[in-house]
């Protein structure tokens, strides 16, 4: 009978990493259609998401660990399955998350444009109720914040 202590690796047992139990991420974040979800708030939503399912090192710029590592093969594995829900094969998952944001992002100032025009449009009587308008003005505020054209407090008001 041996006395010895089993070693740590034999007695720990393989833990599946976090965002493989994801199998539907459209259940847990809303899809950004730039309307009923704003991008800053997808985004808010996303990195909670992110953070939780231990994957934002492949979105935030971190660097890959390197081709030797112990854990390579396991970060390029969750990098692919992270990429091929996105976009494209032959970038990583950080390369995909800039190119989401530089798509939603590259006609800010056509989009502020017409929001603004929605903005200063809205009608009382082309809503359903009060809430509604201002439901609808709050909505407009927040896709115009997201675009770096910020309706003021005062203004939202009048």
Same mark, same amino acid.
Request: one cysteine or more.
């Given at each position: ?5 089993e070693?740590s ?8 990493h976090p =965002? $493989?139990? /994801?199998? %539907? ?5 809303r899809?950004?259609?730039? !309307?009923n979800v704003?991008?800053?708030? +997808?985004?808010?939503?996303?990195n909670?998401?992110v953070? =939780? $399912?231990? /994957?934002? %090192?492949?979105i935030?710029?971190s660097?890959?660990?390197?081709? !030797?590592a112990?854990?390579y093969d396991? +970060?390029?594995?969750?990098d692919?399955e992270?990429?091929k829900?996105?976009?494209?094969? %032959?970038?990583s ?11 939603y ?9 017409a ?6 449009n809205m009608?009382?009587g082309a809503?359903a109720?009060?809430?509604d ?8 505020a927040?896709?115009?914040?997201d675009?770096?054209?910020?309706v003021?407090?005062?203004r939202?008001?009048?």
């Amino acid at each position: 009978m041996d006395d010895k202590p089993e070693s740590s690796a034999a007695t720990k047992p393989n833990t599946l990493h976090p =965002a $493989y139990s /994801v199998t %539907n991420i459209n259940a847990k974040i809303r899809t950004l259609d730039g !309307t009923n979800v704003t991008y800053s708030n +997808w985004v808010k939503l996303f990195n909670l998401h992110v953070t =939780a $399912y231990k /994957v934002a %090192n492949h979105i935030d710029g971190s660097p890959a660990p390197a081709k !030797t590592a112990l854990d390579y093969d396991v +970060w390029k594995e969750l990098d692919a399955e992270i990429l091929k829900r996105i976009i494209d094969n %032959n970038a990583s998952a950080h390369d995909a998350w800039a190119k989401l944001e530089m798509i939603y992002l590259s006609n800010k100032k056509a989009r502020a444009a017409a929001l603004e025009t929605q903005f200063c449009n809205m009608t009382l009587g082309a809503c359903a109720s009060l809430d509604d308008y201002c439901q609808q003005l709050q909505s407009l505020a927040s896709q115009l914040a997201d675009v770096n054209e910020p309706v003021s407090d005062s203004r939202l008001v009048l």
